[in-house]
């Protein structure tokens, strides 16, 4: 029989890594051997290097920024490198297809490919495509798509609405581990704050600002992101954590309500396991904008409640929860609604479909 080979590839935060953690178990049952391309430093090295049976490769890469940077001159020529150092893994790995989660190490790699002349499937999971996805477009034979509002960003011939993958262990958590992990065990409900994969810092300020008002009705997990715990503050039922793992869908199914940046990925496990959220999107300066979309399109449907980054205060911070927990009955009763099957199964199908035969 043929040997199944396929090569992954996204990363540069959690969010650009997800749907791959998601199918990596259902490729291996299938018989895939899996190589994994991504950068030397980014996120993704860690989250998949603990994962038996995926080789992971490291290549040079580059990113665009919006700002003047002598980086922006450098950068061109670390993602040729890249390329050369794909076509190699390529060359010896030989896979019948490639899926890609986007980020910038995903542009090497699919240009890579299309040199290679391996099919290449790539995943956008915010409502407008991020630029390394859009660089990459060109160059791949499916795009699939979380948001159907996506759909119109994107080539007729090439787009696939899938809707949401959520990994299939969050729904096993155990809320009494989630409570013990944390160290929390009243009786007070739980927030949980996530600046997305990274943390986020006018989240982080404006919540350790009103952190002794806040623990008089919460008990908080803080997920403040890689070298933002602030260890100063030792107060009973804060808990702060950087970034956890395994233990997530403990800490998920101890939580009661939820703070958070407005990431794809984040914002749709929230739905599944229908926690009523407070999306604070990351802004336009600091972004395209995508999770602004993001989060007012749940707000729409009446999943979500927004507050938007510039009028974040410590002030309007409660406020906005003390309105979270009032509308929670709605938005929970709203999110029972929610029909989104898991999309893995349909990313497995297409994979399958438009590997070389
Ligand atoms: C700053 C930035 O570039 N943000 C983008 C990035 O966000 P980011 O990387 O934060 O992505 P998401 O919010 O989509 O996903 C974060 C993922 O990390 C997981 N998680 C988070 C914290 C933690 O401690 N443990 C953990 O497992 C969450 O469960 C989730 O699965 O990718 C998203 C998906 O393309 C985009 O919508 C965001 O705009």
Redesign the pocket.
Known sequence: MKRKQIVLTGG???????VNLAIIPLLKEQGWTIDYIGSKQG?ERELIEQIDEVTYHPISTGKLRRYMSIENVKDPFKVIKGIGQTLRILGKTKPQVIFSK??FVSVPVLIGARLRHVPAVIH???ITP?LANKLAMPFAKKILATFPETMEYLPDKKANWIGAVV?PE?FEGDKRKGLLFADLLTTKPVLMI?????GAQKINEAVRSQVRALTKTYQIIH?CGKNNVDSSINIPGYKQ?????EE?PDVLAATDFVV????????F?FLALQKPMLLI??SRQ??RG??IL?ANAFEAQGYAKVLEEEKLTPNTLIESLEELNKQAPLLKANMEKYQGQDATEKVMKIINDTAKK
Do not use: C, K
């Open positions: 540069g935060t959690a969010g650009h890594v997800m996120i986007g980020g956008e999971s915010d991020g990994r969050l996530m600046g997305g994969s990274a997920l954590f950087e970034y956890i793992n997530l958070s940046r407005a990431g794809a990925n984040s914002i496990e999107p990351l600091a972004s995508d999770q993001n």
